[in-house]
């Protein structure tokens, strides 16, 4: 419609979720869940003009006397992309401001026991408010002839931010007789086998940099660079948040000659020692991955197949945000061999 482009729509969800023996965690819950959404840009020579707002409606119906809870939200963002003219289209400077809000899921409200896939007691809250987050981020985003590249800045505040609190054997004894209240149990709760962990909500403050630049060293030869960084905090006492993944720096090469292409990339993760409560640091680790990929046309349609080598030095490293780390590594060597059709 003139210079405004963009999309309108909606969704919906209907979810029943039950869950039966030993092992169920929540009762039957229902979840009925509506939205509506626009993205729109309006564009000039120089300047483009971007938002979007959604508007959520979620609502959970358990079983078990539980309470319900309906939660109406509300996000929308703006932003502004200015191309200068002198720069011929070479540079942009990016600038965003957000309003986003999430509200809890099913798990964070409702479940009460042992989940073994994640090998812990997990304690909900069922009077968990939805998260409701400012966010801002700035980009510059250059382009030469061989080289072009991208650095962005963010940072979001973020209201009743949700995350798992483990607690210690003197809090879980303390406080059993509320969590039994509060999901109308009874008895103790296994802290003997299984860490014990509840979901709580505090201010935190989410921010970092991200950086990506590909470079042509030679005509058929591309080399990229990234690296990208997050501090997490609380937003009163600026202690560290749980599972904030650490500073993290790729670097790799890329040949192509027509449909045939091979490189590789080293990844280097760095330790992370900033930790939340009882969590405990992780060592960094450094990653070698190679691959070739080749396409061509048959039938009809696009064939490519690809050979990919992960982990090629077999190196032994666990992953900060996995919620197993301190007793399961993550995959050694790995090679792999896809075959997929484009059409």
Known sequence: MGRLAGSIGASFLNRDFSAEGEEALAPPTGQRGG???LYEELVWPHTTVQFG???????FSPEGGLPERTFNEFSGSVGLLLRPAAANDRFVIALSLARAARNPALEELYYYGVHAGNFAFEIGNPDLGAERALGFDVSLRARAPRVQGEVTFFRNSINDFIFRNPLTSAEV???????NTRFGAAGPIDSEDFPVIEYIAADSVLQGVEAHADIEVLPSLIAELTSDFVRGELQDSGEPLPRIPPFRVLGGL???RNAFQIGGNMSHVGDQNRV???ESPTEGYTLLKLFASYSF???GVNNTITLRLDNATNELYFNHLNYLKDILPEMGRNFKVVYSINF
């Open 35 to 37: 939205a509506i959404f």
């Open 53 to 59: 707002a959604r508007g959520d409606h979620t609502k």
């Open 173 to 179: 004894l303390r406080r059993t007789a509320e969590f």
């Open 254 to 256: 890329r040949y192509h």
């Open 276 to 278: 939340f409560g009882a």
């Open 297 to 299: 046309a048959a039938a």
